[in-house]
C-alpha cells in the first residue's frame, strides 16, 4: 500500500529524542576468544569484536545481533588501507559503544527491545561479513617499504561469533532477529539462512535489514558504478561461498551480491527498512563524484531546495527503481517492507530517528513497525508516497 502524509503527524506515544536527555551506559568492547587459532581474525590479522548486553525480564529470552555496517574495500590496496582503521582491525576499535536506536536500553528510545540481549558485532573484514580466503595476502602499499599482509575471513568471523553468541545462552533464545545496518544491513540478508541453521531448531528467527536494500542502478553518467565495484569486492574477497546456493544456482555472485536477488531465496521471514531516496546511494550509486566532475549536483546534495526540477525527476526515478526491485518480495508473507520517501541512511540504528515523528508512515514508526513484526501480531507493509509526500521530513538530508 503506497501512502502519502501530507501533514506533520502529532503521535504523543512518539518523542524526539534531540527533546530528551536519555542516559544510557555505554557497553564495553568484546574479544572473540582463539580467534587466531580459528583463523577468524580482521583484515590485519587482529581478533574481531563484539559489544554485549544482557537482557533481563521479559526480554532475557530474546536476541537481538545486529551486524554493523561501513562499506566495503574492493581492493587488495583499498583492504590494506582499511586494515588499519576501526573497519579493519580491533586494534582501533574504542573499549566502549553507546547503543542508538533499536540496541538501546532506553524504554523511551526503544520500546520494544530495550531489555534483549543485544550484541553488536564489530566490522572489520570489508565484505559484509562474507570474504573467505585461506592464505593471507600480501600487498604492495604506496609508500610503505614492506609489503602488508592482510587477511579475507569474514565468514569465519560470523560464524565463530555466532558460535560463541551461542555458549553464552543464545542456544535457549526463544527469539533471536539478525539485524544490520548498511553494509551490515546486507550482511543480514546474506546470513539470515545461516542464522536459522546455527540456532537450535524451536527458536523463532527473524531478519532486519537495515538501510541495506542496495540496488544495481546505473549512475547518472551510464556507468554501472555500483555494479562494477561490488563485482571487484565478491572477486577481492571470494564472497561466493557466503552467498545462499538457492541464489547461485539462479544468478552469479556479483548478482547475489544485490539484496534483490538474495530476497526470493531467504527462509525466515524479513523485514526491509529503508529509505527510498536513500543518501548513500544517491552520493555513491547515483551520483558517484565520477560521474559529475562539473559539480552540477554539488548544491543539491546539501539541500533539496537548491535542487532543480530535472535532479528531482532523477531522485524519484531512482525511488520508483527501488519499488521495481522490491516487487518480487512484496507478495510473499515472509516479508514485509517499511519503506520511507525520505533522505536518510540508516534508521534503526540512528536514535533521532528510530522511535520519533521522522520515521513515521500513517501514524506508526520504524520502531512500532518492526516491534510489532518481531511479535507477529502485524506484518502489513508500509510505502510511502514520493517526495515531498511526508511531511516529517520533507527537507531533511540525514
Same mark, same amino acid.
Given at each position: ?17 534531540f ?5 544510557v ?59 588499519s ?7 582501533f576499535? &574504542?573499549? /566502549?559503544? @553507546?547503543?542508538?536506536? +533499536? %540496541?538501546?536500553?532506553? !524504554? ?7 531489555n534483549?540481549n ?34 579475507f ?15 553464552? &545462552?543464545? /542456544?535457549? @533464545?526463544?527469539?533471536? +532477529? %539478525?539485524?544490520?545496518? !548498511? ?130 525527476m ?30 536518510y ?54
Open positions: 500500500m503506497v501512502l502519502c502524509n501530507f501533514a506533520v503527524v502529532a503521535v504523543a506515544a512518539v518523542v524526539a529524542f527533546q530528551l536527555k536519555v542516559i551506559a555505554d557497553v564495553e568492547l568484546s574479544l572473540l576468544p582463539d580467534a587466531e587459532t580459528t583463523g577468524a581474525v580482521c583484515l590485519d590479522g587482529s581478533p574481531p569484536a563484539y559489544h554485549f548486553d544482557k537482557g533481563s525480564d521479559s526480554g532475557i529470552s530474546n536476541w537481538i545481533v545486529h551486524l554493523e555496517g561501513g562499506g566495503w574495500c574492493e581492493s587488495n590496496v583499498a583492504c590494506a588501507y582499511r586494515s582503521s576501526p573497519l579493519g582491525s580491533s586494534l576499535m &574504542g573499549k /566502549s559503544y @553507546a547503543f542508538p536506536g +533499536i %540496541l538501546s536500553s532506553s !524504554s523511551t528510545i526503544n520500546p520494544y527491545f530495550y534483549w543485544r550484541v553488536l558485532l564489530r566490522y572489520c573484514d570489508g565484505a559484509s561479513f562474507s570474504g573467505n580466503v585461506e592464505a593471507a595476502t600480501l600487498v604492495d602499499v604506496p609508500g610503505e617499504s614492506e609489503p602488508r599482509k592482510i587477511y575471513r569474514g565468514l569465519r568471523i560470523w560464524k565463530a561469533i555466532i558460535e560463541h553468541l551461542v555458549t553464552l &545462552g543464545m /542456544s535457549s @533464545a526463544h527469539k533471536a +532477529i %539478525l539485524a544490520g545496518n !548498511s553494509a551490515g544491513g546486507l550482511a543480514a540478508l546474506i546470513h539470515c539462512n545461516s542464522f536459522k541453521e546455527l540456532l537450535p531448531g524451536g527458536t523463532d528467527v527473524k531478519c532486519l535489514s537495515d538501510a541495506g536494500f542496495f540496488i544495481n542502478v546505473k549512475d547518472i553518467s551510464g556507468q554501472n558504478t555500483i555494479e562494477n565495484f561490488y563485482a571487484n569486492v565478491v572477486d577481492t574477497q571470494n564472497v561466493s561461498d557466503a552467498l545462499p546456493s538457492g541464489c547461485l544456482k539462479e544468478n552469479t555472485p556479483n548478482q547475489c551480491f544485490f539484496a534483490s536477488h538474495l530476497l526470493p531465496h531467504i527462509v525466515p521471514p524479513f523485514f526491509i527498512l529503508n529509505a527510498a531516496y536513500d543518501t548513500w546511494q544517491w552520493n555513491n550509486v547515483l551520483v558517484p563524484p565520477s560521474s559529475d566532475p562539473q559539480g552540477d549536483w554539488a548544491l543539491c546534495k546539501k539541500s533539496l531546495q537548491a535542487c532543480s526540477e530535472d535532479q528531482i532523477i531522485l524519484q526515478e531512482f525511488r520508483r527503481q527501488m519499488l521495481s526491485y522490491l516487487a518480487p518480495s512484496s507478495s510473499p508473507c515472509k516479508s514485509t517492507i517499511f519503506l520511507l520517501s525520505c533522505f541512511h540508516n534508521i534503526a540504528f540512528n536514535t533521532d530517528i528510530w522511535n520519533t515523528k521522522l520515521s513515521i508512515i500513517e501514524n506508526k514508526t520504524a520502531s512500532d513497525a518492526v516491534g510489532e513484526w518481531s511479535y507477529a501480531s502485524n506484518t502489513e507493509s508500509k510505502i510511502d508516497g514520493e517526495y515531498p509526500c511526508n511531511g516529517n521530513c520533507e527537507n531533511l538530508l540525514m
